[in-house]
């Protein structure tokens, strides 16, 4: 287990292009951020934010340039990394908590986890005990339940793919609570959790961030550093 000061990076983008075929999806970025920031990703349809979180995942490898993650390749962080994307990722004919006891499984030689399935099921304000097949889930739940499964890793660095789409405004602000509480809480490995999302809602994640950042055209063409809200996660 490896243990990292509150001053070291999670995410360092060193010039960072990311093309498909002759397509610049992203421009040259340089990016940096701390263990413990909560970083929101803003920009139109297009603008590249996707593929940055695919690059900092290790789905996607960088065309010019270095992605690193906790100071390594992000390839060799997955364990510390969870992300949620646009596919949820589960058993259409298995229940929630079956979901959640199953992907526990396949990490049960992992780190020490404190969350059990049934409670990363409540932390999201779903019953453990129903019995509906995720298949028959509203997709609100869907994503609720999506969110519970990434939780359930303890992961230091969580990517989330515009995790407010689809929801109505009350299962959006739970959502956003059940963030801050993975922001304040120190994870397995002691360090800082660590938040990077994409959202074309700011409203909704505004509150969270520490810092917002804005694509456009494949560059960093915005950056607003939110003092306040860094002050109350230091
Ligand atoms: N696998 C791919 N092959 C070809 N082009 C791609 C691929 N992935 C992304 N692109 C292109 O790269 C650009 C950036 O895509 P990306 O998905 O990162 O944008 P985004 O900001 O996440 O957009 P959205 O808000 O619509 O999800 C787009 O023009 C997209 O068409």
């Not at 995720?134 to 339940?145: E, T």
Request: neutral net charge.
């Amino acid at each position: 287990m490896t243990s990292l000061p509150a001053s070291d990076e999670a995410v360092v983008l060193h010039r960072v292009s990311r093309l498909y075929g002759n397509f610049a999806a992203l421009r040259d970025v340089s990016l940096s951020l701390p263990a413990g920031a909560s970083v929101v990703l803003l920009g139109e349809n297009g603008a590249g934010k996707s593929t940055l979180l695919k690059l900092v995942a290790g789905l996607a490898t960088p065309s010019y340039g270095t992605v690193s993650v906790f100071g390594g390749k992000p390839i060799d962080q997955r364990h510390r990394v969870a992300t949620m994307s646009h596919a949820t990722m589960l058993y259409d004919e298995l229940t929630g908590l079956e979901n959640l006891q199953y992907f526990a499984s396949l990490h049960a030689d992992e780190a020490p986890r404190p969350l059990s399935p049934e409670q990363a099921l409540r932390d999201v304000g779903l019953d453990p005990a129903l019995p509906r097949r995720v298949g028959d889930y509203s997709q609100g739940m869907r994503q609720r339940a999506s969110l519970a499964r990434v939780l359930l890793t303890e992961p230091d660095l969580l990517l989330l793919d515009e995790p407010f789409s689809n929801l109505d405004a009350a299962s959006a602000r739970s959502m956003v609570e059940r963030l801050r509480n993975y922001l304040a809480t120190p994870s397995v490995h002691g360090t800082r959790r660590t938040l990077l999302l994409t959202t074309h809602q700011p409203e909704l994640a505004h509150p969270l961030a520490s810092l917002v950042l804005t694509l456009r055209e494949g560059r960093i063409a915005e950056r607003e550093e939110i003092s306040q809200l860094a002050a109350q996660n230091s």
